[in-house]
């Protein structure tokens, strides 16, 4: 019987006599004190070393449960703030309630780049520019924060369609796919940046894979590697137009010839908190058959009502190539997918179509 009402009470749940800890606390403006809601939150041992991220709620609120009693650190990062000192926080027996984290609004850039006007700079030369440095410090933090809320979990309701153009020779055919899913990462995955310095951002198919090139785009962990900041030209030349949309245009370039296809394009900042708006690139020096600007994409950004930024609309774009072969009877057919072409032709690549992929968030679930 006592074994009986043993259980009963476990099932009942009856409190443990242990009790887990927790760390909670608010994010605010130190200006305003306005709570600074989509804070990235970051949880740390004595070390530094990352335990737990959470995203500050519309209250700016936070909550870490702890594994137990210990000496805890507390990192925040939000746009447009200046990066917080590290905040120590020591856990004995109960619940500590963390007295509110202020931050600093970063100051605004504006007013130096339009005093300026224009910049240029190449390879290390960048850290050398105050203004070019502060950019695309801005754009790298506004990268790392977006990747690191898409690495909590929470799940992105997204809509992509996927159109491929045809040009034949009884006319253009469409064909447009429609697809929803959760978007759980970045939409844009690159690969290894090593294997991008060496080998480029776009190579042709192996007889295996078919005909055609696989393009490669770049995404956080390329734009800001030492050997692309190494091998690339940045530069801003402020307008009125931009001035009055209140935006900042970091253009980047290959600084010089290569043999290896490359990428250019744009970091579109805010002004008044250097949150990364839009970001775009163009593959360069592709084949000759293939027009500069055939090949490229753009990710454009914005704050959720849950504070969070996020990528809201994104646009991957290629050619399809084929081969255009012409026989010694002057017969021409145009042959593509992964056919192989007749015996003997005199042949050279064409490109006769194109594939693009559109995608938009549609909900944010979770915050």
């Not at 019987?1 to 760390?23: E, T």
């Not at 240029?120 to 960048?126: K, N, S, T």
């Not at 900042?269 to 592709?286: G, I, Y």
């Not at 593509?336 to 032709?345: L, M, T, Y």
Request: hydrophobic letters at 40%.
């Amino acid at each position: 019987m006592r074994r009986l009402r043993l259980l009963v009470l476990l099932v009942l749940g009856l409190p443990s006599l242990g009790h887990a800890q927790a760390i909670r606390g608010r994010v605010v403006d130190a200006v305003q004190g306005l709570p600074v809601a989509g804070a990235l939150v970051e949880l740390q041992d004595s070390t530094g070393r990352a335990l737990q991220r959470g995203l500050a709620s519309p209250t700016g609120g936070y909550r870490f449960v702890v594994p137990g009693p210990a000496a805890y650190r507390i990192r925040i990062t939000a746009i447009g703030f200046t990066l917080r000192p590290v905040e120590m926080v020591r856990v004995s027996d109960a619940d500590v309630v963390v007295p509110d984290l202020r931050l600093e609004p970063a100051a605004t850039i504006l007013p130096d780049v339009v005093a300026a006007g224009k910049r240029r700079a190449c390879g290390r030369e960048i850290l050398d520019d105050p203004l070019l440095g502060r950019l695309l410090e801005g754009g790298r933090a506004s990268l790392t924060l977006i990747e690191a809320t898409l690495g909590l979990g929470t799940r992105f309701t997204v809509q992509e369609v996927v159109s491929r153009t045809m040009d034949l020779s009884r006319g253009k055919t469409v064909r447009a796919d429609t697809s929803r899913r959760e978007l759980a990462a970045w939409p844009l995955q690159s690969v290894d940046p090593e294997i991008l310095r060496h080998e480029g951002f776009s190579r042709p198919l192996t007889p295996e894979e078919g005909r055609g090139r696989v393009y490669h785009g770049p995404d956080l962990r390329v734009l800001f590697a030492d050997w692309f900041l190494d091998a690339h030209c940045y530069s801003f030349n402020l307008n009125d137009k931009d001035e009055a949309a209140g935006i900042i245009r970091v253009k980047y370039e290959p600084k010089g010839k290569s043999k290896l296809v490359d990428v250019s394009g744009e970091l579109v900042l805010d002004a008044t908190n250097m949150a990364l708006r839009e970001f775009t690139f163009v593959h360069r020096n592709l084949p000759s058959h293939i027009k500069e600007g055939k090949a490229g994409g753009m990710i454009a950004f914005a704050r959720l009502e849950s504070g969070a930024w996020l990528p809201v609309r994104w646009e991957i774009f290629a050619p399809i190539e084929s081969n255009f072969v012409t026989f010694q009877g002057g017969r021409s057919i145009t042959i593509g997918g992964n056919r192989a072409p007749p015996p003997r032709p005199i042949g050279r690549p064409i490109v006769n179509g194109s594939v693009r992929l559109t995608g938009a968030l549609l909900d944010a679930r979770g915050n």
